[in-house]
């Protein structure tokens, strides 16, 4: 299945990583408010990589499902996951949503530099 003849709104994260260096910004949605179990935050958020026009592409799993269905979403079920997945990314300052419909939005031109000193 070619993702992109059947599914153009959507994208692995393959592609999801060439996006966000080619300028698209990254918004984490926050879709089931978060709460503390032990040291540990959990709830439910989704990535979407938006251009300056506005399109978005959400972000998918690569893998088949013993179901048949090929297109799932990436959901991210605790903020360690979320986190590592955008440090990988190369944003270097993360901050999250908590409650469900609320929206954070990243772009790598916003990420400070290293090397300040201040």
Same mark, same amino acid.
């Given at each position: 299945? @070619? !993702?992109? &003849?059947?599914? #153009? ?5 393959a592609? /999801?990583?060439?996006?966000?260096e ?8 926050? &879709?089931?408010d ?11 958020w ?5 251009d300056? @026009? +506005?399109?978005? &592409?959400?972000?998918?799993?690569? $893998?088949?499902?013993?179901? +048949?269905?090929?297109?799932? %979403? $990436? ?6 996951? %979320?986190?590592? /997945? !955008?440090?990988? !990314? +190369?944003?270097?300052?993360?901050? /999250? #949503?908590?409650?469900? +419909?609320q $929206?954070w939005?990243?772009? !790598?031109? @916003?990420?400070?530099?290293? =090397?300040? =000193?201040?």
């Amino acid at each position: 299945m @070619d !993702l992109q &003849k059947e599914a #153009p709104n959507v994208v692995t994260e393959a592609g /999801f990583k060439m996006l966000v260096e080619s300028g698209y910004s990254v918004e984490v949605v926050c &879709k089931q408010d978060a709460y503390r179990k032990n040291s540990v935050w959990h709830g439910i958020w989704l990535l979407r990589a938006v251009d300056d @026009d +506005g399109v978005e &592409k959400e972000l998918v799993t690569a $893998r088949a499902r013993p179901d +048949g269905e090929f297109i799932q %979403l $990436r959901t991210f079920k605790t903020v360690t996951g %979320l986190v590592s /997945f !955008l440090i990988d !990314l +190369g944003f270097s300052v993360v901050a /999250f #949503p908590v409650y469900e +419909g609320q $929206r954070w939005t990243y772009t !790598l031109a @916003d990420t400070p530099d290293d =090397d300040s =000193d201040s």
